[in-house]
């Protein structure tokens, strides 16, 4: 579990450092019997309609969970793939990471549609992935964005959490909102509830 999670965040902290190029192909211009440096088919297609060109886009936001929140989307068509990180400051910090998969809509000239769902864990800052507990957060996350520029949105939309921990938890909870509860067993918790989540899309 201990290794699973640093590898995760490592996975993530490597993406979200990239930047989105798009590969180049020379094609034969038949008329003038020279070769030209031309985009290649899907770019151009990618280029000329929708909100979210390109193929990286990264995203800040506040929600329930955590004040400080970051992410990277790869894919600019119909489905993406998100790595995500946030950071919750105080006496008991924590961080958390997660992945998943999701899927964008254009609904008009300036509004867009994204769903996806997520699978991560919470770790306090201090002495991470130690102890004998562990955790797992899965979210679903509906976000509803409006274009300000080409490049820039903001967004909002609710979400629904279900935080599962076993063995000795370093958190009570880790949202500011009320959640239900069940023990599945007597060293076990799953808690759940909708959030929300209001951030800014580039």
Do not use: C
């Not at 450092?17 to 031309?38: C, H, I, V």
């Not at 964008?104 to 769902?117: A, E, G, I, K, P």
């Amino acid at each position: 579990m201990k290794s699973f999670a640093l590898l995760a965040f490592g996975l993530w902290a490597g993406t979200a450092t990239a930047e989105s190029r798009y590969a180049p192909r020379l094609s034969l211009m038949s008329e003038r019997g020279a070769f030209a440096l031309q985009p290649a088919d899907d770019v151009s297609e990618s280029s000329s309609r929708g909100l979210r060109r390109g193929s990286t886009h990264m995203e800040f936001w506040l929600s329930d969970i955590q004040v400080a929140n970051m992410g990277v989307k790869l894919g600019g068509g119909a489905v993406y793939f998100t790595l995500m990180a946030g950071l919750e400051p105080g006496r008991d910090a924590r961080f958390s990471f997660a992945a998943g998969v999701g899927a964008h809509m254009t609904l008009s000239q300036r509004l867009w549609v994204d769903l996806d769902v997520t699978g991560g864990a919470v770790q306090p800052v201090r002495n991470p992935l130690e102890g004998d507990g562990g955790n797992v957060l899965g979210q679903a996350r509906l976000m509803l964005g409006f274009q300000l520029m080409p490049r820039m949105a903001v967004f909002a939309g609710p979400t629904y959490n279900a935080w599962f921990s076993w063995g000795e938890s370093d958190f009570d909870s880790i949202t500011r909102l009320s959640f239900r509860e069940s023990n599945p067993e007597p060293d076990q918790r799953l808690q759940h509830w909708p959030g929300i989540q209001v951030g800014l899309h580039i």
